[in-house]
């Protein structure tokens, strides 16, 4: 995505982690105009998502817990035209 490759591999990859820990995200007016989608990884496995994020070609952000026996959150997004691109690919 981005003019990046991705391989069968780590398509099949992508595949079972945005089903487990990812979603699709539509963003709509109230008048149900369309303004954009996105593909979200959210956990705590912060290697997990540096690998979607390396596929994505997107930063990783860290969601602090404010609870010290909760662990933070790592998440990374795929925006727009480029998330739309994987969504068809995934597609099956």
């Not at 539509?26 to 956990?43: E, W, Y």
């Amino acid at each position: 995505v981005k003019d990046i490759a991705i391989n069968e591999k780590d398509l099949l990859w992508l595949a079972g982690l945005i089903d487990g820990d990812g979603c699709f995200r539509f963003l709509q007016k109230p008048d149900g105009t369309f303004l954009t989608c996105s593909i979200v990884v959210k956990m705590v496995d912060e290697d997990v998502v540096q690998r979607a994020a390396a596929l994505f070609s997107s930063s990783v952000s860290c969601i602090k817990s404010q609870n010290i026996k909760h662990k933070n959150i790592f998440c990374t997004r795929l925006l727009g035209h480029n998330s739309v691109s994987l969504m068809k690919l995934l597609y099956p």
